[in-house]
């Protein structure tokens, strides 16, 4: 008799120190937090839209926020793959027409509206006078191109990555290549002329579209 009730004492214990350890286990697990990848703010291009010549080809650049998250899975497509074709970023027109290019990556998409226009070109040195600047240097049909010179009257973003901005103020100067209108790379001058930052494409900043642009206030 005393040899079952050690008995039953022993399997007692040995259950409810099992339940025990069951419901440690359980507090543990509900208390873990998972710590996964980054999440991404927003998404953008350096182009919001863009005019091409037929066999053209130009680097559409990814900005991702924040901007120490890896974009290399992002998609790429075409709207109409007969009039311009993309390919982790460069983008190539085929003939004349419309087509829009978008990129996504986890869940954030962003989209580049593409013109593609015959490849007839006129080249000439000339200037364009714009809200905020005047411009001095090599036109192609009439849009900067190649080597030029933006003069800023006013204060006005002209680069942008992620969420920083980059600003040229009034009496500034820019000096350096242009495509369709758009910085490329360069140098930014100060009213003294002094040098103030340098514009490379595909780091920090990355160029944007400067022919819609107005003052800031």
């Known amino acids: 008799m005393k040899f079952k009730i050690i008995l039953i004492f022993v399997i007692a214990a040995f259950i409810g120190s099992n339940l025990f350890a069951k419901s440690k286990f359980t507090d543990i697990v509900e208390n873990i937090t998972v710590t996964g990848s980054k999440s991404i703010d927003s998404i953008s291009l350096n182009y919001s839209a863009i005019t091409l010549r037929v066999e053209q080809n130009v680097r559409l650049i990814l900005s991702v926020f924040p901007e120490d998250i ?22 190539s027109a085929l003939k004349e027409g419309t087509a829009v290019i978008i990129v996504t990556i986890a869940g954030k998409s962003a989209k580049c509206n593409v013109t593609v226009v015959s490849n007839i ?80 494409p595909g780091r920090t900043p990355n160029p944007r579209n400067l022919l819609d642009d107005s003052c800031e206030d």
């Open 70 to 91: 890896d974009n290399n899975d992002a998609q790429w497509t075409s709207s109409n793959e007969t009039v311009a074709i993309i390919s982790n970023g460069s983008l």
């Open 121 to 200: 070109v006129t080249s000439e040195e000339g200037t364009i006078t714009y809200p905020f600047g005047k411009y001095e240097g090599s036109l192609v049909n009439g849009i900067p191109e190649g080597q030029g010179t933006m003069y800023y009257t006013c204060r006005i973003q002209i680069a942008k990555h992620g969420r920083s901005a980059l600003f040229a103020e009034k009496g500034d100067t820019f000096e350096g290549t242009w495509f369709n209108g758009d910085i490329v790379n360069g140098n930014l001058y100060d009213s003294n002329k002094k040098m103030k930052t340098a514009i490379i």
